[in-house]
């Protein structure tokens, strides 16, 4: 018997929560038709999905207000104002901040929790535990940083998260400590991340165990150069990976971080406008920012990336 299978799946900036009511309109659904048909009854029977829904209402409504104040341009302009209103409000406050609960910024990490708790509780009502399944994160532009951010609170700021009567603080499962592969489409995480020193980030943790999830984990950063909100990663972490991060030792001590033990993320860079019969100038837009999930090759990749872990 295949074991099972949780996919995580990130949506990026843009508006989705009155889609997200339809399963027909829903922001994961091109992702589930592609890999279904390829891979049919595996995915059907052997795959827990879980869409992870972080856009706010709240949000979505002043953007649709700010697009609304503009004739000029309107596309566009609404691509642009989703962009900066989603990475401006996913801005980190204090714990002991009056407004912190208030705040995007932990209103959205409780969608995460949310997401990955109802996600445990399919499990556990299908008999299994949830310590034994490995979790795949699929991720597209400002999702990537949704889930690094979770990833790194839950499992070294965890009161950032874990603030009220009933969550599971010890929970493996909600603190991503089973998370065995990821891969990323579309990643703005520089960008987002451009106040920290190049080489003193450190990337979330992926933990090698090939004892328990064998020998096909993986971290993919899929790109497209015209792209332009979509980045390579490699250099972003290379202080980390190669030892000569300033805090390397206090992270080895403190967090029991050691990127020999750990997957580190691989670039690899493709043409989407080229290869799906889009007019050149669509390539050299933002509409191409979109496309990564009706690409063949990004299909692969996940397709690969799920057999593995199966």
Request: proline letters at 5%.
């Amino acid at each position: 018997m295949a074991r099972k299978l949780v996919v995580l799946v990130f949506h990026g900036i843009g508006t989705y929560r009155q889609a997200f009511r339809s399963r027909e309109t829903r922001f994961d659904r091109p992702l589930w038709d592609g890999l279904h048909l390829r891979m049919g009854a595996t995915l059907r029977e052997n795959v827990v999905w879980v869409p992870v829904l972080w856009s706010l209402a709240e949000l979505e409504a002043y953007e649709a207000d700010l697009i609304a104040d503009r004739t000029e341009w309107e596309g566009l302009f609404g691509f642009v104002a989703s962009a900066l209103c989603d990475a401006s409000a996913y801005q980190l406050i204090g714990e002991r901040h009056p407004s912190y609960r208030r705040s995007n910024y932990y209103r959205i990490q409780r969608t995460v929790y949310e997401a990955l708790a109802g996600a445990e509780d399919r499990i556990l009502e299908a008999g299994l535990d949830p310590a034994d399944i490995p979790i795949l994160a699929v991720c597209h532009s400002m999702g990537c940083h949704i889930l690094s951010s979770y990833a790194w609170d839950a499992q070294n700021r965890p009161g950032r998260i874990f603030n009220r009567r009933g969550d599971r603080q010890t929970s493996p499962f909600a603190r991503l400590d089973n998370l065995a592969s990821a891969v990323f489409t579309g990643c703005n995480l520089p960008l987002l991340t451009a106040g920290v020193p190049r080489g003193e980030k450190v990337p979330m943790r992926i933990v090698r165990d090939t004892a328990r999830w064998g020998r096909g984990q993986r971290w993919l950063n899929l790109y497209d150069p015209d792209d332009l909100l979509g980045y390579p990663l490699e250099r972003e972490y290379d202080g980390y990976r190669s030892g000569r991060h300033p805090e390397q030792a206090a992270l080895a001590a403190g967090l029991g971080r050691d990127p020999a033990l750990e997957v580190s993320v691989q670039d690899r860079r493709f043409e989407l406008s080229g290869r799906m019969g889009l007019p050149a100038l669509t390539g050299l837009t933002p509409l191409v920012h979109n496309r990564y999930w009706t690409s063949g090759e990004v299909l692969s990749a996940i397709e690969g990336a799920i057999a593995d872990l199966l």
